[in-house]
């Protein structure tokens, strides 16, 4: 049974789930800047916030595919914070009609399995948007999870730009990794794996090496040489 949500959360979830109610009325643009917003507010009140590292070569402009890793709606959320886009959330977090009607109604698009999401994903490219996806679903913690090339084949299909980012959280601070963008190419499983690689590699890095301890440091003796200082009577 789910734990009961804090007294913080509560409100929040609340208007989270009034703005998707009627997040249709409007364009895409509220739509965006509700979700951001959205994400921001949950986030906070369970007492998180977002540190970004940004990609050593800078994105391309235009439509991309940003691909990222996922345990938990936390790293759904951190992710919307720092790419606003149309967000492709598994069908295993929304894993009730409800969940899955006001995710739907709040400009987010559930991948079921079924391959239908993909047409959807490859027309928004087309159109120049952005849209964020996590193609290795709900992985445990820690795991990037293997990276499904149907999730990445409207990149393909759109000839979109893949940029993959890593989420980590450490403490009370979630992490968002850009890194390099990756050219579509022709290969949607090649264009899965790579994203892949480049997720698991900065996840497996994430141990903080601890700063070598110094030695200690040495007391130097001053001997008195003969001669040195006054005599004593």
């Given at each position: ?8 959360l509560?409100?929040v979830?609340a ?8 997040a249709?009325?409007?364009g ?10 959205t994400?921001?507010e ?8 977002v540190?970004v590292?940004s990609?050593?070569t ?10 990222a ?5 936390t ?13 492709v959330?598994?069908?295993a ?6 969940l899955?009607s006001?995710a739907?109604?709040?400009g987010l ?10 047409g ?26 293997r990276?499904?090339?149907r999730?990445v084949?409207a ?5 979109a ?7 980590r959280q ?11 963008a ?7 499983r090649?264009?899965?794996?790579l994203?892949?690689y480049?997720v698991?590699?900065?996840l ?8 070598a ?13 003969s ?7």
């Open positions: 049974m789910p734990a009961a949500p804090t007294p913080a509560t409100p979830l208007r989270t789930a009034v703005r998707a109610a009627t249709t009325w409007g895409d643009r509220r739509r965006q800047r509700l979700l951001v917003c994400a921001a949950l986030l906070t009140a369970r007492g998180l916030r540190r590292v990609s050593p800078a994105w391309p402009r235009g439509p991309r595919l940003v691909v890793n996922a345990s938990c709606w790293d759904v959320l951190a992710l919307a914070t720092v790419v606003p886009g149309t967000p959330v598994d069908a977090l929304v894993d009730s009609p409800l899955r006001l739907r109604r709040g698009l559930v991948d079921d399995g079924s391959g239908a999401v993909r959807e994903v490859a027309e928004l490219l087309r159109r120049g948007a952005t849209v964020t996806s996590h193609p290795g679903g709900a992985a445990a913690d820690g795991e990037p999870g990276f499904r090339a999730a084949a990149a393909v299909d759109a000839q730009v893949v940029c993959p980012v890593a989420v450490v403490g009370d601070v979630v992490e968002v990794h850009l890194l390099p990756l050219q579509p190419g022709g290969d949607a090649a264009l899965a794996s994203a892949e480049a698991a590699h900065v497996e890095d994430g141990a903080r090496v601890a700063p301890a110094r030695p200690p440091r040495r007391r130097r003796t001053v001997r008195a040489r001669g040195y200082g006054r005599a004593r009577p």
